[in-house]
């Protein structure tokens, strides 16, 4: 189980992420076809952005008790909860392979 406070930090950034991803979007696309004058004032728009307004800086965490590590993304579980849980059978179509 992760800390709390890990858990809700990473929240709040998702939180930012979502308020600035509409003008970051707009920034990158002014640096990556604007004039050079433009692209310069962009990048400096950019760079007074908060920290936490990058996509970059949201960590994946296992939805169910907030692990950092081993996320696979298509079930939103770190390996540990994934395993667990396909053992009980509580993840459909998911079976332990034999051969």
Do not use: C, Y
Not at 65 to 81: A, E, M, N
């Amino acid at each position: 189980m992760a800390k709390k406070s890990k858990i809700a930090a990473n929240e709040r950034r998702k939180a930012v992420v979502q308020r600035h991803a509409a003008r970051r979007a707009e920034l990158k696309e002014i640096i990556r076809t604007g004039t050079p004058q433009e692209r310069a004032e962009a990048v400096r728009a950019l760079a007074r952005q908060p920290r936490d307004a990058s996509a970059t800086r949201v960590r994946n965490r296992d939805s169910v008790d907030g692990r950092p590590r081993g996320h696979l993304t298509k079930f939103g579980l770190s390996r540990v909860r994934f395993r667990e849980m396909a053992h009980r059978g509580e993840l459909p179509g998911i079976t332990k392979a034999s051969w």
